[in-house]
């Protein structure tokens, strides 16, 4: 608090009436191990988590009502998907021509409608919050209803009020928010103690100005650096060239909508290109760090202690005042500024009169409306800048964690592995017989190993085994070997067939025929686990148990290239083996404009980009016809472009995932996103492997 200048009256004073708002982030995997801690420390029955309602929306109202009515499913969901995101029955039956012919014309669609406008907004059923959690000096029976959590297999007590009425009725509300970034950071550091013979980082000591980090930053190496990652947050940090903390801390609390209308102002200034006009000598010691911008709400309190008088606390009403626009409470304040203005800086000293206070007023109003507070944005930044030092020191233990924490995403997966890429890290495919539960560095070869719990439909018991049984007997020498290892209940079609696609079996055998044999695998599985649970003597129980070397499996087809490709794309999110797109490669190099670049300067241009639709994403207009976002990929890079709904009514067949397909369009900068506006798509037709 005293290196950054945060206030303790922004947090607490004696003229604020509302209980501070305390946010606490932890590793989100020990979140409970805090919540546990706090109710053996106050007791019980003195801390609780607080209940959320969830309410009919839209959509999911029309699908319950429809169940209870008893239509169809397939009719019923047709009926919700006509209606667009964060729009009611009413707005959807004005503006969605498609919903309301319907609502006209089909007596059924009308008595649905009709019912679900009076459910709409009903509250539907009670989970727990997903981080408040409720802490009172007496027992909670005595103010506040309570009851069991309505999480299934958790036996926590949770209140019955929301946490709106738990604030009215006075009692202190905490958030224990489990935040993955600190989990990912708590990984990092386990991983470097492990690796570099118990090496030991303390975050707390790390240089504040180390080159490698602000190089990443400056050059917005920034994937999965805390609050940093996004496309418009890096486009912002290569112009601003970030080179000490507070550049961190001030983008953090400017990119948001409205304060972003400042960032080219921040930008600009840091950089020489405009000059910095202060309304008055004593505004330049509390602006300069920020080039004489009000960005954070304590330096709106700090203007107003320091030029017109106030103390801090009455400063924190003045900031509560103009950020919720309370009007009797706005005006108040503004007579009592400006009065102060002039009280405290007589104009016989050049000071301020009241025209100059008033000029004051005005000027600060744009300002702290938006203004972020500061506490908030210093301890974001101290975690963006220490996610920042590892990825930018320790770059494979760093990702590797990274990956291990969205395991279970698999397109974020294969967005992360693009990244590793981009850092010369290679990420290895899973092994049986190398894989670990998640993902792990490979000691000094600049390269991580995939996890087996990041496969899809393979669960943790089935993986616990492998582990096991590999960590006491050794790695397995076949198939057969496998089989007859593991005794797994959970060794069944579903996971194997995925441990098979995947090509966590490639060192044993040979997809297409592990796949052809697998109900003949499974059944010596079965035997195998029968005979060992019973431990009964058989008929023959001189003859040795099935072993690897009696598995004869039988002869079948291989898997074809694309067959594979489609398999690794669907349970790891990615290509492993090759890329769809390397047969095309020479075709897309003289007839296309590559992914990787496009920048700002190709703006309006109109040009012919090749590539595979990884993702589709479809919404209605206002006008109630569907446009789609695809996300286009070739061997360079990512694009996203716009389908509008003409083209999608000329064309649809060529606009599904997994397409191969040259787009003609323009590329557009609109909200500082570069897309592709397409004008054009057609399929290139994909010759099949026999």
Not at 359 to 374: C, R, S, V
Not at 384 to 391: D, F, G, N, W
Request: neutral net charge.
């Amino acid at each position: 608090p005293l290196k950054h200048n945060l206030l303790f009256e922004r947090f607490l004073n004696p003229e604020r009436i509302s209980m501070p708002d305390i946010d606490m982030d932890f590793a989100d995997r020990r979140r409970d191990e805090v919540i546990k801690h706090v109710a053996e420390k106050y007791g019980q029955d003195h801390v609780a988590q607080i209940i959320t309602f969830g309410t009919m929306a839209a959509r999911a109202v029309v699908r319950d009502v429809g169940r209870a009515l008893q239509y169809t499913y397939s009719y019923c969901d047709q009926m919700a998907k006509m209606i667009p995101m964060g729009m009611d029955l009413n707005e959807t039956l004005e503006k969605v021509s498609e919903f309301s012919d319907l609502y006209n014309s089909d007596d059924q669609a009308k008595k649905l409608i009709d019912l679900g406008k009076k459910l709409e907004g009903v509250a539907r059923h009670a989970s727990t919050h997903a981080c408040g959690v409720v802490i009172s000096a007496e027992p909670l029976t005595n103010s506040v209803p309570l009851q069991r959590s309505t999480r299934e297999g958790e036996e926590g007590i949770i209140t019955q009020y929301e946490m709106h009425g738990i604030e009215d009725l006075g009692l202190l509300k905490i958030d224990f928010l489990g935040l993955k970034n600190l989990t990912i950071i708590e990984d990092t550091l386990s991983r470097i103690y492990v690796l570099y013979n118990q090496l030991k980082i303390d975050l707390d000591k790390i240089p504040e100005n180390d080159p490698k980090t602000f190089e990443l930053l400056q050059n917005a190496l920034t994937t999965s650096v805390f609050q940093l990652e996004s496309d418009g947050m890096k486009r912002y940090l290569k112009e601003l060239v970030p080179t000490n903390f507070e550049d961190i801390t001030a983008m953090v609390a400017l990119y948001r909508p409205g304060p972003m209308q400042f960032i080219p102002d921040y930008i600009a200034r840091k950089h020489g290109n405009q000059t910095i006009n202060y309304l008055h000598p004593k505004l330049e010691p509390i602006l300069k760090d920020t080039y004489g911008i009000c960005i954070y709400q304590e330096q709106l309190m700090k203007i107003a202690q320091e030029v017109c008088g106030f103390t801090l606390g009455e400063a924190d009403v003045l900031r509560k005042a103009i950020g919720k626009k309370i009007p009797e409470l706005l005006a108040a304040q503004e007579t009592k500024f400006i009065e102060g203005a002039v009280k405290n800086l007589p104009a016989q000293a050049g000071g301020a009169s009241k025209k100059v206070g008033e000029e004051l007023w005005q000027w600060i109003l744009p300002f702290a409306a938006y203004g972020f507070n500061k506490s908030h944005s210093a301890a974001y930044a101290t975690i963006a800048y220490q996610t920042a030092y590892l990825k930018s020191h320790y770059p494979v233990e760093f990702m590797a964690s990274v990956l291990t924490s969205e395991k279970a995403d698999v397109e974020r997966i294969a967005f992360l592995i693009d990244e590793c890429k981009k850092m010369n890290v290679e990420v290895l495919p899973p092994n049986i017989n190398e894989s670990l539960k998640n993902f792990t560095v490979v000691p000094e070869k600049n390269q991580i190993r995939f996890g087996l719990l990041a496969v899809k439909n393979v669960g943790v018991n089935i993986i616990d085994a492998v582990v096991e049984e590999r960590k006491t007997n050794g790695p397995f020498k076949s198939i057969g070997d496998f089989v007859t290892r593991i005794h797994s209940k959970d060794m069944n079609k579903k996971s194997m067939e995925a441990l098979i696609k995947s090509g966590a079996f490639d060192s044993l055998g040979e997809r297409g025929q592990l796949l052809a044999n697998l109900e003949k695998l499974l059944e010596i599985a079965r035997e195998n686990n029968k005979n060992g649970n019973s431990k009964q003597i058989g008929l023959f129980a001189s003859v040795p148990a099935v072993s690897a070397i009696n598995i004869k499996l039988d002869v079948a087809n291989p898997a074809t290239n694309f067959e594979k490709l489609g398999w690794e794309k669907e349970l790891l999110g990615l290509y492993v083996s090759s890329h769809p797109l390397n047969d095309f490669k020479k075709l897309f190099e003289t007839k296309t404009t590559p992914l990787i670049k496009i920048d700002s300067a190709m703006v309006d241009k109109k040009l012919v980009f090749g590539g595979l639709i990884s993702s589709v994403k479809k919404i209605i207009t206002k006008n109630g016809k569907p446009m789609l976002f695809i996300k286009l990929e070739d061997l360079t890079g990512k694009a996203e472009v716009v389908i509008f709904p003409n083209l999608l009514e000329r064309n649809p067949a060529a606009l599904q995932e997994n397409k191969i397909v040259f787009v003609a369009g323009r590329v557009d900068d609109r909200n500082s996103e570069i897309k592709i506006v397409a004008d054009d798509v057609q399929e290139i037709l994909v010759p099949r492997e026999s």
